[in-house]
C-alpha cells in the first residue's frame, strides 16, 4: 500500500506541475502545456515498461569482495526484465511472488509496485522542462525528447545510482543521494 500511495502522489506532480507552468505561460500556450504533460505520462509509460525499467533495474547483478551489491559487465545499464518479462511470476498456489525477502525469506514485493512508483518519477523527470519549451517546440520535437528520456537517458543515469551501477563503488561508502534530488 505504501508504495501505491506514495507513487499516486509522484503522479500527481504531474498535475499540479501542468498547473504551475499553464500559470506562468501565455494564455494560447496553455492548451500546449497540458498536452506535452499529458505525452509525457503516456510515452513515459510505454517506453519505461518496454526499456527503461530493465535498463535502470533489469540486473543482472554480481556481488563484489566486500559484499556490495553491483551491476554485471561494468554497471553501466541492465539488460533483463524488458517488457515486464517477471512481473507476474506465480507459486503453485497462484499467489503473485514478490522479490524482496521479509525476515524470514519469504518474498513481500512485487516488481509492480517498484516499476509504478519509479515510472512516476521518470514522468516527472521529462516533464520538468516542458514549460520551458511550451509554444517553442512542435509535438514532434517534444515526443522525440520524452521518448529518449523515458527509454535511454533516465534510466541509464538511474542505473548508475539507484540501480546499483558504477556509482556505487566511487570513494569508501560509494553513492548516496537524498531523497533522489540529485538523480532527479
Partial sequence: IWLILCGALVFFINAGLAMYEAGSIRVKNTENVMTL?????????LMWYIFGYAFAFGG????DEHGQKTLKHGGFGGSEGFAGSGFLKEDADGNMVGYKPDADGNATQA??????????????VAAFVSGGVSGRIT????AIYSLLMSL??????AAW???YGWMV?????GYTDFAGSAIV
Avoid at 504533460?37 to 509509460?45: E, F, P
Avoid at 563503488?169 to 561508502?173: A, E, N, P, S
Fill in 37 to 45: 504533460v499529458a505525452l509525457n505520462i503516456c510515452m513515459g509509460g
Fill in 60 to 63: 543482472p547483478y554480481e556481488f
Fill in 111 to 124: 516488481k509492480m509496485l517498484q516499476w509504478f512508483y519509479r515510472w512516476c518519477v521518470c514522468s516527472i
Fill in 139 to 142: 509535438l514532434y520535437a517534444y
Fill in 152 to 157: 535511454f537517458i533516465w534510466p541509464i543515469v
Fill in 161 to 163: 545510482t539507484w540501480g
Fill in 169 to 173: 563503488k566511487i570513494g569508501d561508502v
